[in-house]
């Protein structure tokens, strides 16, 4: 009897591994296809700007669609080396299609928040995965970078230039709203029954400081500004490296990420230094420096941005 029992036993505990990894299998399988949806929604909404894209460059060749707008200084003084198409749709072409790096990083912010906000779970992970909407202003801000940028190297006009630098301030200050929402509560209660999700003031608050950024891009320097809120990021991040007492609770962040866009961030500077010197390539190359600065800032912006979804919290004893 006992031999005949053994079988049975054997194939009653097997019985309860292979549910588990039924299981298991089930939450990879669920993981595998998030991951593909947010591939897809990247690079299936760039190849849906590409194309179009692609076909006008094609369709207005040779045509000065932009004579009736006020020109850049850069048309006739350019600061860059590229050579200038004046009478194409866009005006320097590696410089224009270059941009679509930033947007590629918008999209996958945008996918990754959606995703977060499908997963929302009941227990604590981090402010970035708690909190789709900065995720999302994120894409956004990205988004509106690579249209300003690529919209100001296409045309050469007065107003890309103002668009331009007023959208290279956006992601940024997504970023200190980011790390902001990291340290402030969740909501602030304004009576018993009313509270108000700090995140919602983040976003009101980032949109409203981009308007004035661009509306006062005259009034002031963006040699000033722009340094100012790359500091501000970094400071945060200074910030985060600072020991605490034993027994506070603290967060960590996968320092990698951060190495990864300080050294992004450092090469295109040094990209576009030597492209404004005259010092990077030859006018018809296909790299151009300032091309470069654009892919290796927007890689700059997306490490940045998977720096903060990398946190964990953790309590020091």
């Known amino acids: 009897m006992r031999g005949h029992n053994l079988p049975f036993r054997y194939?009653?505990?097997?019985?309860?591994?292979?549910?588990?990894?039924?299981?298991?299998d089930s939450l990879i399988q669920r993981e595998i296809h998030g991951r593909s949806k947010i591939h897809a929604f990247a690079w299936g909404g760039m190849l849906a700007l590409i194309l179009p894209l692609a076909w006008i460059s094609v369709r207005y060749q040779a045509q000065d669609v932009w004579q009736s707008w006020t020109e850049s200084q850069e048309l006739r003084k350019p600061s860059y080396t590229e050579t200038i198409h004046a009478a194409d749709?866009?005006?320097t072409r590696a410089n224009t299609w270059s941009n679509l790096a930033y947007v590629l990083v918008g999209f996958y912010c945008i996918a990754l928040g959606m995703h977060d906000r499908a997963q929302a779970s009941t227990t604590k992970r981090n402010y970035v995965l708690d909190?789709?909407?900065?995720?999302?202003?994120?894409?956004?801000?990205c988004c509106y970078l690579g249209f300003g940028s690529g919209l100001f190297h296409a045309s050469l006009t007065r107003w890309?230039?103002?668009?331009?630098v007023g959208a290279m301030y956006a992601p940024l200050l997504v970023c200190i709203a980011i790390n902001l929402g990291r340290y402030l509560p969740r909501a602030w209660r304004l009576s018993e029954d009313v509270?108000?999700?700090?995140?919602?003031?983040?976003?009101?608050?980032?949109v409203l400081i981009a308007a004035l950024l661009?509306?006062?891009k005259w009034s002031m320097s963006s040699s000033l500004v722009l340094p100012f809120h790359i500091l501000t990021v970094i400071a945060f991040a200074i910030a985060d490296s600072i020991p605490l007492p034993r027994g506070l609770h603290r967060s960590t962040l996968q320092k990698r990420w951060l190495l990864?866009?300080?050294?992004?961030?450092?090469?295109a500077i040094t990209f576009r230094q030597l492209d404004v010197a005259g010092r990077f390539g030859t006018p018809d190359t296909l790299f151009q420096g300032h091309a470069l600065w654009h892919l290796l800032t927007a890689a700059s912006l997306g490490t940045m941005?998977?720096?903060?979804?990398?946190?964990s919290l953790v309590s020091r004893s």
């Open 195 to 206: 509270s108000l999700p700090v995140w919602s003031v983040l976003v009101a608050s980032v």
């Open 260 to 267: 990864i866009a300080f050294v992004s961030l450092s090469l």
């Open 160 to 164: 890309g230039q103002q668009l331009d």
């Open 214 to 216: 661009y509306h006062y």
């Open 89 to 91: 749709l866009f005006r």
């Open 131 to 141: 909190t789709p909407a900065m995720s999302i202003l994120m894409g956004v801000a």
């Open 11 to 24: 194939l009653k505990i097997n019985k309860k591994k292979s549910n588990r990894e039924v299981s298991d």
């Open 305 to 311: 941005y998977v720096y903060y979804r990398s946190e």
